[in-house]
Each structure stands twice: as C-alpha cells, then as structure tokens.
C-alpha cells in the first residue's frame, strides 16, 4: 500500500477572496473531462438566481473534493451534532394521491 504524505503549501488569500460569497444552491454538471459546480443564491423577492462563482475540476479532484467533504461532515457531526435536512412539505392537495389513476 502506498504511503500518503500530506504537503503543506503556502497559499496567498486575497482580503476580497476571504469574505466568501453566500450560496444556498449549487448545481453541478459534467462531461467526459470536468466537472462543473455553478454556486448561486436564491433570495426571497428576486426573481432570478445570479451565479456568483463556477468551479471547475477534473473527475479525480472531483472525486477528491467528495472524499474531503465527507471526511470533514463526519467530523463536523461528531463534534457539533448530526446536521438534519428537512423534507420539503408539499401543499394540501398537491402530489399523487393513493389509489387515483
């Protein structure tokens, strides 16, 4: 088996980089060489969800951004608690009904 080393590396982070950008959807795509993830804001009374950043990646750092992201969920959890996400309620009448063709 292979041994990992992790490298630290001295990254440079603009003062205008670091305040982030607020994102409550993410829509991700693909094709045979990329991965695309397109971050976006959906806000109460704007009509439209402007894209406020796009990340592309390669399907192996794809799968390595999966991997990083499921290690520190499960880290998150075990420190702060499980993080629940709630089934969106559909309205009376809504929906398939049972027994109805």
Do not use: C, W
């Amino acid at each position: 088996m292979a041994e990992i080393k992790k490298v630290g590396l001295d990254l440079d982070l603009d003062e205008t980089v670091a305040q982030g950008v607020y994102s409550n959807l993410a829509i991700i795509s693909h094709s045979t060489s990329e991965f695309i993830l397109d971050f976006a804001a959906v806000l109460p009374g704007v009509p439209k969800a402007k894209v406020k950043s796009r990340i592309v990646l390669t399907p192996e750092h794809a799968k390595r951004l999966l991997i990083s992201l499921q290690e520190n969920i499960t880290r998150y959890e075990s420190n702060v608690g499980k993080i629940l996400i709630p089934k969106p309620q559909q309205p009376d009448g809504m929906g398939p009904k049972i027994g109805e063709a």
